[in-house]
């Protein structure tokens, strides 16, 4: 699926039709979502490690890789990966890897190992490698860290923000930014912004007018997944 069908859908968008990326975990959940119609998905990788046996942040490159192959052969919308901090790889394996396995786009934080923030310079510097390597054939999709670990302050993220664009990342999503501070990060940063969709979150359409571009929703779908098998379990034992 061309990257530039995935570009596109980020852009010319009214504030309360933000564009939706769900999750999926594995190949089976990315027909789901592709068959009810949404245009792209976006896999978490929290949500694939749970679906491979692991805690979030220990899935092996190799069965990370393999796993979002499987999901972007499944389906025909174009598909985004979760690659974590990139798996210790240089900017050139990464991209050389995420491109055979057909994904369009990727999300790469700034935590370190230790889910300590990266250097913000630093960061940039690696997205520039990561872009200069990609050319046009990724969108990539920064993250930026700050809120969720524990720095409160939205100039600290639209600091990363504004360097992270420089570089050439595609959109930005400061995860974890509470929903007030969407307009000051719209009005701060050029480009597309993504929000998730947590527990306790507006609606869609209301983190769209807020300033969202596009929504993701982490490990949410394949939680809400899990809890109606435990219920399905518990029936069966009834």
Known sequence: MPVNVFRALHHGRAPEDPLVLPGPWDAASARVFADAGFPALATPSAGVAASLGYE????????????????????????????????????????????????????????????ELVDPRRQADRLAEVRAEAGDALFLNARV????????????AIERA??????????????GAPPEVLPRLRDAVPGPINAGKFPGAPPIAELGRLGATRITFGP??????????RDLAAGLRA
């Open 56 to 115: 979030d942040g220990a899935t092996p490159a190799a069965e990370m890789f393999a796993a979002v192959a499987r999901i972007v052969r499944a389906v025909d919308v174009p598909v985004s990966a979760d690659v974590e901090a990139g798996f210790g790889l240089s900017p050139k394996e990464l991209v050389e890897r995420v491109l055979d396995t057909g994904a369009v786009g990727i999300n790469l934080e700034d935590s370190g190992p230790g889910e």
């Open 145 to 156: 860290d700050t809120f969720i670990r524990g720095v409160t302050d939205p100039e600290a």
């Open 162 to 175: 504004l360097l992270y664009v420089a570089a050439g990342a595609d959109c930005v999503y400061p995860i």
């Open 220 to 229: 949410g779908l394949l939680l809400r997944t899990l809890d109606a098998v």
